[in-house]
């Protein structure tokens, strides 16, 4: 929780006069019990609270105790003698209370209501005053935790950008490390298949595993066909063309592509067929060729 926040939003003022609900006052008080500092703002709260009721406090006349000390004599008068009002009205003199015919006055004669009023508005201005710098401030400190925030998100955002380019270059350095082992294992046999008449240049490599059937294939310079055309390895086993697979080439090869199981190869070919590949290679597209062993 942003204690901070919660100081400022004028809640602990509203709990320090009674004027929370229960449940409200509650949540209150169990965080002044998990928080030191919002318990030590309450306890700040009532003190000035107190303090500025105790300078706003307005001191009665002594007429008016005066008065009301009488009245408490004559009733215990009248009760003990049994005479009830007729001896406050014949035995005893009673000052009279204020009413709203005649005004109160103070020690300086200024009347008594009019000071009350007058203390009581410089009050509520004084409350006002107080309530509008709450706002103000509650104003400022929202537009700093908006900017703060979104500072934070641009960082998390930057964060989870950086995590995803890590592992992607993780996934591969890792992809590197296999087809580099790959490479040095002695049970694969390279094979390399220059490019045959008319596609001088072309290359492309095949690494077989006889034991295990395993073939890999490096297309290492052949051009990108058109959309509606695709690569086919054909391996020559007993002097037929069996099919090993169709595979990609520019942008879309990622290194070696594992290609169908070959057993009791001859030599490896590559042609150009339609996408999705042929029942039996096209000789007049064939691209690239190498024997095993050769």
Not at 154 to 181: I, M, R
Not at 189 to 210: C, D, F, L, S
Request: hydrophobic letters at 40%.
């Amino acid at each position: 929780m942003d204690v901070q926040r919660y100081i400022s939003s004028g809640i602990i003022e509203s709990y320090v006069v009674g004027l929370l609900p229960s449940a409200d006052a509650k949540e209150v008080e169990a965080t002044m019990a998990q928080y030191p500092e919002v318990r030590a703002q309450v306890e700040a709260c009532r003190q000035d609270m107190e303090l500025y009721v105790g300078l706003r406090a307005v001191v009665p006349p002594p007429s008016v105790k005066a008065s009301i000390m009488a009245i408490i004599a004559a009733e215990g008068n009248a009760t003990a003698n049994g005479n009830g009002a007729s001896t406050v009205d014949h035995q005893t003199p009673v000052t009279p209370m204020p009413n709203s015919s005649q005004p109160d006055a103070s020690e300086n004669g200024a009347p008594v209501h009019n000071l009350v009023d007058a203390r009581w508005r410089v009050a509520a201005v004084a409350c006002l005053i107080l309530l509008m710098g709450s706002l103000a401030m509650n104003y400022v400190y929202f537009n700093n935790y908006t900017v703060v925030k979104g500072k934070y998100d641009e960082l998390l955002l930057a964060q989870a950008n950086l995590t995803k380019a890590h592992e992607t270059y993780q996934t591969k350095l890792q992809q590197s490390e296999d087809e580099l082992a790959l490479m040095r294992n002695p049970d694969y046999q390279a094979i390399r298949m220059p490019g045959v008449k008319g596609h001088e240049g072309n290359i492309a490599t095949i690494y077989w595993n006889a034991k295990s059937q395993e073939v890999y294939l490096l297309s290492q310079n052949l051009p990108v066909p058109a959309a509606d055309k695709q690569y086919q390895l054909w391996a020559i086993v007993g002097g037929k063309p069996v099919s090993a697979g169709v595979f990609s080439v520019g942008d879309l090869a990622k290194g070696l592509q594992k290609m169908k199981q070959v057993s009791g190869a001859q030599a490896f070919a590559v042609t150009l067929e339609k996408a999705g590949g042929a029942d039996s290679p096209t000789l007049t597209q064939m691209f690239v060729m190498g024997k095993v062993g050769g």
